[in-house]
């Protein structure tokens, strides 16, 4: 993967990059929400044909960092008067707790919708820029750019979001941390709060898949329901679900809770291995009409590891996939893995039947180096 130039100013109105991983690694191109980070991780493939190479998981992550209330940024006074300066009411009387939704990543035509209904953006803290020491945002200073808003974000927002759900955001999970500035002209206005808040992004950085409920009231669990599959691009998941019949990385064919298999603390990848193997193996007879189905496909299945801090928030369920690994990481398969398929735009080609018995399946292949 590589990296990519941060661009020098955001859009009029945008939200910024979630924010960034726990380990360093290169980010991935910059969509209407900005930058997305992508931790190798390794997958668990259950090899129930032949053994193929590594792959490389798309996980979106985001750090926790330090919180200055007393010397940094507060909140914005719920019972003072809102803010002025931005055209659109939606950003300038949202607050914590609120929840967004738009129709143009561009122009950012926010809408203030119940959280019970599908929005894209909740909104964690509203922060008053204003009483940041210093002139650096006081009357007539610049808009800033978007390396200066992500930094914002991560010094406020990725602590507010983590004090909101009272320390239980998953590391690993499906939300990740976001921010909406008030847009160049609202700046000019003197308009200087920033709405922090918690969204689903996906690997390419695209901030439309939308979500409902409270994430308070959610299971963060990155997880996919039965029939999803998921987009690819330079050979790596998107995190984003497509029509089966476009391209794509993976298919989802079951979700698996094991918080009612393991009713203690934090099982090690070890034992998870051990459990998904029989789920994920029982899946694929189910959902393809059998093993043979699977092997005649030339595909295989897999599976990803929960870690000790999705547990403790109360993360505890594993999609079972099905795909094919590439040297690079995942091969392109186009069509349903329950009917024609191609993959890399070709029809897989069955292996001899030579009185085989279907392998054991074997976990844990490592990425490419």
């Not at 008030?182 to 003197?190: C, I, L, S, T, Y």
Request: charged share 20%; net charge negative.
């Amino acid at each position: 993967m590589s990296s990519h130039d941060v661009p020098s100013q955001e859009p009029e109105s945008g939200t910024e990059p979630p924010a960034g991983p726990d380990s360093p690694t290169s980010p991935t191109p910059r969509g209407p929400a900005g930058r997305v980070h992508l931790p190798a991780h390794k997958l668990r493939w259950g090899l129930l044909a032949v053994a193929i190479g590594a792959v490389v998981a798309a996980l979106v992550t985001l750090s926790i960092s330090g919180f200055r209330s007393k010397n940094g940024l507060e909140a914005h006074d719920p019972g003072g008067p809102p803010p002025t300066g931005r055209a659109n009411s939606a950003f300038g009387t949202a607050r914590s707790g609120d929840c967004l939704t738009w129709s143009n990543p561009k122009t950012l035509d926010l809408n203030k919708v119940n959280c019970a209904d599908k929005h894209l953006f909740e909104v964690t803290a509203d922060i008053d820029l204003s009483a940041y020491p210093g002139r650096e945002f006081g009357p007539g200073s610049r808009f800033p750019d978007s390396l200066r808003f992500a930094e914002l974000r991560d010094e406020h927002c990725t602590p507010a979001a983590a004090a909101y759900l009272g320390g239980r955001l998953d590391p690993r999970g499906r939300f990740v941390v976001g921010m909406i500035n008030p847009g160049e002209p609202g700046w000019r206005n003197g308009d200087r709060t920033i709405r922090c808040g918690l969204q689903l992004v996906s690997a390419t950085g695209n901030a439309t898949q939308q979500t409902v409920g409270r994430v308070r009231d959610s299971d963060q669990s990155r997880t996919f329901d039965p029939g999803t599959c998921v987009g690819i691009n330079q050979s790596l998941p998107t995190n984003e679900p497509v029509d089966c019949a476009k391209p794509h990385a993976y298919e989802v064919m079951s979700v698996v809770d094991l918080g009612a298999h393991f009713t203690g603390g934090p099982p090690n990848n070890g034992d998870q291995d051990k459990f998904m193997q029989d789920e994920c193996a029982r899946a694929a007879g189910d959902y393809l009409g059998g093993q043979d189905a699977l092997i005649n496909k030339t595909l295989t299945i897999f599976w990803d590891n929960l870690d000790a801090r999705s547990w403790l928030v109360g993360s505890k369920k594993l999609n079972c996939l099905v795909g094919k690994g590439s040297q690079d990481g995942f091969a392109t398969i186009t069509g349903s893995a329950k009917g024609d398929i191609l993959i890399d735009g070709q029809a897989p080609v069955p292996p001899p039947n030579s009185g085989r018995s279907t392998p054991a399946p074997l976990p844990g292949a490592a990425p490419p180096r």
